[in-house]
């Protein structure tokens, strides 16, 4: 357990070297003034104390000279710390956010398959809890680096003044080591279920929080809270156990350099009335002695940390090792200033590897044409357009854009070819511009015009601030129709070759999804555009329809030719209509 700690601890501290050995300095530095300064009180108590208080010798000449030295050793001691905790704080915060940096980044490279298996809750517990409590052991590890100097310097300081009392330093010294390395050991995989503890606690609490509007409807919030009351509960459970047996770990630990300054004491009267040692050499030693009290406890605490904090890595390591990794190729985004054309070839998928949800898909959609995906609930609509924008890969077969597979598409490369916006978008906690363009440099110009051609150009026009309204976490300040057409002005606003809308606009009015599907047909944009479609106004819009039934195409023509050849499609219409037709009645029943 200690090696691993210290091969995580200098694992961190080879990717920061400099801020490790600013802080190691300034802990030398330190340290040797606790030393110097335990030399100057043991000389001034042989040069000025004795002589003055047992022979009544003056103090002139010798006070000042004293007060110097003790004011030197003082200086020398603040720049010591202040150079250490600087060098610490770069470290531990540098390397902190270093972790943080490498999970986000290397969770972008992971397929959703991997993301499926990992809540939400977890994962920002990972971020924020496990590297807080990864990366802790960094703040007093240089501080105790130092402190190895300050007790190698005390033990030989000890053994030149006297071998008896250096020995009884000694020995006090490696009880000290074993308890703490003792005790570490015990607790650190108590510590491992503190840790998986408070990744529970926070899936529930990001669960209840997401899902308030669901829990609040069906009426479950004393259920849920008390699912939360149980996780807590078990959370305090386990760190009350892991503290308990830290607190009797370190109540003894603490002790002991109590108990070896009372030996060194006894042993050193008499050492002194045998004439081994003086008084002032006594009174250096058990000086420096009470001031390695604290040094002395540090080391054991960053040897608790050390376990601690490889508990709380497991998890980050957990998550930097997953090899879920989506591949990419080198192929490049073209700006043909057309729609792209998409072709599937024998697509099978599912996310079970028992199960699939989509088989031997063949569709050939043209470039430029609007494209309607149309069939009964669980056909497989919304998995073929996760598919056409490569969210998900398949298992067997290819879709291509323009004859080039998308799994050949260099990273970032099909973003620039291909825009999907799913049912419930995710909205930030920004202005409305800036989650058209999140981050990107787009001219204010262009960003109202893809709201103008999404239908957001009035709401947000009413908006306090206009495109400069923060608009809250998931856009909670606007309606679902509104949210929805913010996400459809920010994949328009990159003028995609490929428009994939998943049931993107079924919160907004159907007279107000006609007008945006229209107004997509007549604009200059050059896309391609895929709707997962659910009214009739909607589908008799697209040029094609690709019909699907039980994860199969069954037919794909137009909205005239499906109704007059395939029956289940036909159906499904008036289905569809019947279905308005009783919403209608029912909106007008409840206005009275």
């Known amino acids: 357990m200690l090696g691993g700690g210290l091969r995580l601890t200098w694992g961190f501290v080879k990717r920061r070297p400099w801020s490790f050995l600013v802080a190691v300095t300034g802990a030398i530095l330190f340290v040797s003034a606790i030393v110097a300064s335990a030399v100057v009180v043991g000389r001034v108590t042989d040069e000025l104390i004795i002589p003055v208080l047992r022979d009544g010798e003056s103090t002139e000449g010798k006070l000042w000279p004293a007060m110097a030295l003790i004011f030197a050793v003082a200086l020398w001691k603040a720049f010591g710390i202040t150079l250490r905790r600087s060098g610490a704080g770069w470290l531990q915060f540098g390397t902190r956010a ?191 002695l009470s001031l390695m009290t604290m040094p002395i406890s540090l080391l054991g605490f960053v040897i608790w940390e050390m376990a601690h904090s490889m508990a709380a890595w497991q998890r980050v390591r957990g998550v930097l090792d997953a090899e ?31 199960d699939a949800v989509l088989h031997d898909v063949d569709i050939d959609i043209l470039g430029g044409k609007t494209v309607a995906i149309v069939g009964p609930t669980a056909s497989g609509k919304s998995t073929l357009a996760l598919l056409l924008a490569r969210l998900w890969d398949p298992r067997s077969g290819e879709i291509t854009l323009d004859g080039r597979d998308l799994r050949d598409f260099a990273r970032s490369e099909l973003a620039g070819e291909v825009a999907f916006v799913a049912q419930e978008s995710f909205l930030f906690d920004d202005t409305v511009e800036g989650n058209i363009t999140l981050g990107s440099d787009i001219p204010r110009g262009d960003v109202i015009a893809a709201a103008r051609l999404a239908g957001a150009e009035r709401f947000i026009d009413e908006l306090d601030y206009g495109y400069d309204t923060r608009i809250g976490e998931r856009g909670t300040t606007l309606s679902g129709g509104q949210r929805q057409r913010v996400a459809l002005a920010r994949a328009l606003v990159r003028r995609p070759r490929v428009l994939v809308l998943d049931d993107a606009t079924s919160a907004v009015d159907p007279s107000v999804e006609t007008e945006i599907l229209r107004g997509l047909r007549r604009s200059e944009l050059p896309s391609t555009v895929v709707i997962v479609a659910y009214r009739r106004s909607s589908i008799a819009l697209a040029d094609e329809v690709i019909y699907l039934e039980d994860g199969r195409v069954l037919a794909q023509g137009t909205h005239d030719q499906l109704l007059a050849s395939t029956p289940g499609y036909a159906r499904l219409l008036r289905a569809y209509e019947h279905d308005m037709a009783e919403r209608e009645r029912n909106r007008e029943d409840a206005h009275g």
């Open 98 to 288: 270093d972790a943080r940096k490498a999970l986000i980044d290397h969770q972008m490279h992971l397929d959703l398959a991997w993301h499926d298996r990992r809540s939400t809750g977890d994962l920002l517990s990972v971020s924020e809890v496990d590297t807080n409590q990864g990366t802790f052991v960094l703040a007093p590890f240089p501080y105790a680096t130092g402190s190895l100097f300050l007790l190698i310097g005390t033990i030989v300081l000890v053994a030149l003044s006297d071998i008896v009392l250096g020995g009884v330093i000694l020995v006090g010294l490696l009880v000290i080591l074993v308890i703490d390395v003792s005790g570490a050991f015990r607790t650190f995989g108590p510590f491992v279920e503190v840790q998986e503890q408070r990744g529970v606690v926070s899936e529930i609490a990001h669960e209840s929080v997401d899902g308030a509007l669901t829990v609040k409807a069906l009426g479950r919030a004393d259920e849920e809270t008390e699912r939360f009351r149980r996780a807590s509960d078990e959370l305090r459970d386990r760190l009350i156990r892991v503290n308990s047996m830290w607190v009797g770990y370190r109540a003894v630990v603490e002790s002991l350099p109590s108990v070896i300054t009372i030996a060194l004491i006894v042993f050193g009267a008499y050492r002194v009335a045998a004439g081994a040692v003086t008084a002032g050499d006594l009174v250096t030693v058990s000086y420096l």
């Open 324 to 354: 879920d990794l989506v591949e990419h190729g080198d192929a490049v985004a073209v700006d043909s200033g057309s729609g792209g054309a998409v072709d599937s070839s024998a697509v099978t998928f599912g996310y079970a590897i028992d």
